[in-house]
């Protein structure tokens, strides 16, 4: 089974530009996750999708937004791009059934703004 | 407010010595927690978690981990350290099952000396 996928690996932008960051969730899974880790600055909570609907929002600015698709992958736009948006970008997916407690996630992007 | 505290943001060992990163979480009812590692330029992977049943849950790569309900702590251990343990460590608290927000300790670095 496909763990939790997130495209680009890598990405380079200038400042003031849009970045699309995606992600597909294990199959089955309605919940999807964005975190964007920053050095020096833990793992910080940006979206949690579900059922298509977005269910809470992290401390970030307007200018990062998403979407989650009918089939429950979901993309994450950084709109105005600056230099300390530079992280990686975490995404995990989780499943709705009480047993599924635990989060998967992906890889990362790595998005570098210079 | 339901919080995830890890008591050390580093810890050093020397490879073959025992491993104890510490974690508390606010007491509420019914917590599922969890440990992730992630290295470097990587996902975070899931290394095991509690759900109510067993207190002391095995994880992967021979961690440990006990549910102190008393203690309100999640601490994870590993009776000898191996070079490939060196890695950042996350907490992670959940409550009333998989409609609720994860919520991230910040991380404990290891470092494992020769």
């Known amino acids: 089974e496909a763990g939790v996928t997130q495209s680009p690996t890598h990405l380079i932008k200038t400042r003031g530009q849009q970045a699309t960051l995606r992600c597909s969730p294990i199959?089955?899974?309605?919940?999807v996750y964005w975190y964007q880790q920053a050095l020096g600055l833990g793992l910080q909570f940006l979206l949690w999708?579900?059922?298509?609907?977005?269910?809470n929002r992290g401390n970030f600015p307007p200018r990062f937004s998403g979407r989650q698709f009918p089939n429950y992958s979901s993309e994450l736009n950084v709109n105005a791009l600056e230099l300390e948006d530079s992280a990686l970008y975490l995404c995990?997916?989780?499943?709705?059934?009480?047993?599924?407690?635990?989060?998967?996630f992906g890889q990362g992007t790595r998005l570098t703004v210079v | 407010a339901q919080s995830v505290t890890q008591l050390d943001s580093h810890v050093s060992v020397s490879e073959g010595t025992p491993v104890l990163l510490r974690c508390n979480y606010s007491s509420s009812y019914s917590p599922s927690l969890f440990w992730y590692v992630q290295h470097p330029n990587k996902g975070l992977q899931l290394l095991l978690k509690y759900t109510s049943a067993a207190t002391l849950v095995k994880g992967i790569n021979g961690f440990e981990a006990e549910f102190k309900k008393s203690e309100t702590s999640f601490h994870l251990t590993k009776p000898s350290a191996h070079m490939s343990d060196a890695a950042e460590y996350f907490c992670?608290?959940?409550?009333?099952?998989?409609?609720?927000?994860?919520?991230f300790g910040t991380g404990t670095l290891l470092a494992v000396q020769p």
């Open positions: 199959s089955g899974h309605t919940s």
């Open positions: 999708y579900d059922e298509g609907e977005e269910r």
């Open positions: 992670v608290v959940t409550y009333g099952g998989a409609t609720n927000k994860l919520i």
């Open positions: 995990a997916s989780r499943g709705r059934q009480v047993t599924d407690t635990e989060a998967f």
